[in-house]
């Protein structure tokens, strides 16, 4: 997988939005980014996917930018609920396989 | 609107008893997969299996086995279980569509903490 760079940890306020940097410079031009969470204990969940275009579903917003060297995750409302180790992820040469490599991800403690 | 089972979630057992660790998936996926979560190493994918009767190797198979005999069923096997192997581990399948909305969109169970002493 292409490597991407996430920050370790974030805070966000309920209720606020919350919003997640990766960092996949060397992203080529075919490949996709995915995103998922994981719930503490639980096992990681899909969030979203995208290529160039912003991408909305009924969990969040992906942005990415023109050069598509960079993408933020947006939940627009955060909850309680929303705290978790998010991921992001550019599977290499844009391959299907879906052998995914998890790294580190950012932790986003939701705080009332 | 559970889709992926895992057997157990929690487990007891001692070093050098044989494990089998089963997962269940109901969205007809083509796809399965066998990962193990541990602190400050993230998920490593041990196996997995695009088609019944079909296994492939993962980053880290050794200690491990699989087996899948029906297309719903993954099973994870320790033949001789060791303290090392003492972990959490999840179970993950996806559609074998062609394109990003197929095999990269998993669907994980709730994962199975096996501890070895």
């Known amino acids: 997988d292409a490597k991407t760079t996430q920050p370790t940890s974030m805070d966000c306020a309920e209720g606020r939005a919350a919003n997640l940097p990766c960092n996949h410079s060397?992203?080529?031009?075919?490949?996709?980014v995915y995103w998922y969470r994981q719930i503490h204990s639980q096992g990681p969940q899909y969030i979203i996917h995208?290529?160039?275009n912003n991408e909305t579903n009924e969990m969040a917003s992906l942005i990415i930018t023109e050069d598509r060297k960079s993408s933020t995750l947006i939940l627009p409302h955060a909850t309680l609920r929303d705290t978790a180790v998010y991921y992001c992820?550019?599977?290499?040469?844009?391959?299907?396989?879906?052998?995914?490599?998890f790294g580190q991800g950012t932790t986003l403690q939701v705080k009332p | 609107d559970v889709k992926v089972t895992q057997s157990s979630r929690y487990l007891v057992k001692r070093t050098g008893e044989k494990v089998f660790l089963e997962c269940v998936q109901d969205?007809?996926?083509?796809?399965m997969f066998w990962y193990r979560q541990d602190p400050g190493l993230g998920l490593r994918l041990i196996y997995f299996?695009?088609?019944?009767?079909?296994?492939e190797k993962g980053d880290i198979p050794e200690g491990y086995s699989v087996s899948r005999e029906k297309k719903e069923r993954f099973s994870l096997i320790l033949e001789s279980a060791s303290t090392n192997q003492t972990s959490m581990y999840l179970c993950a399948s996806s559609p074998a569509g062609q394109g990003p909305s197929g095999a990269n969109v998993l669907t994980f169970g709730a994962g199975s903490r096996l501890t070895v002493l």
């Open positions: 992820i550019v599977p290499l040469g844009s391959s299907n396989t879906g052998k995914l490599i």
């Open positions: 995208g290529l160039k």
């Open positions: 969205m007809d996926h083509e796809n």
């Open positions: 299996s695009y088609d019944v009767k079909m296994k």
């Open positions: 060397t992203i080529s031009g075919n490949e996709y």
